[in-house]
């Protein structure tokens, strides 16, 4: 057998692990009201963040908080840093776009 075709195979068996774990994933709809919606996009750290990645890390700030209230409030910060960031990154990036 060639080196080739061990790669291909390699990534044949790769590529169908990832398949069968995408494919056990169960995904539902959830109903939001208009303003529910609005305040989860503004909880978003980066533009391409899932409502579900969102409400995971809701979810974890909220198990967070009844153990260790101060650690909560370190990620929190956190996060508010990463999105000032990001927005500082994204008017930069926004001016140098105008200035060509």
């Given at each position: 057998m060639?080196?080739?075709?061990i790669k291909y ?5 790769i590529l169908?692990?990832l ?6 994933m169960?995904?539902?709809?959830i109903k ?9 996009e503004k ?7 899932s ?6 890390k809701?979810l ?11 650690r909560?409030?370190?990620i929190?910060s956190?996060?508010?840093?990463t999105?000032?960031m ?15």
């Amino acid at each position: 057998m060639t080196n080739k075709f061990i790669k291909y195979t390699q990534v044949y068996f790769i590529l169908c692990k990832l398949v069968t774990t995408l494919l056990k994933m169960s995904i539902t709809t959830i109903k939001l009201e208009e303003e529910t919606k609005q305040r989860l996009e503004k909880l978003r750290e980066f533009k391409k963040e899932s409502y579900d990645e969102i409400l995971k890390k809701i979810l974890s700030v909220l198990n967070i908080v009844r153990v260790d209230p101060e650690r909560a409030r370190a990620i929190l910060s956190r996060v508010e840093e990463t999105k000032e960031m990001i927005k500082a990154r994204e008017l930069e990036e926004k001016e140098e776009k105008t200035k060509i």
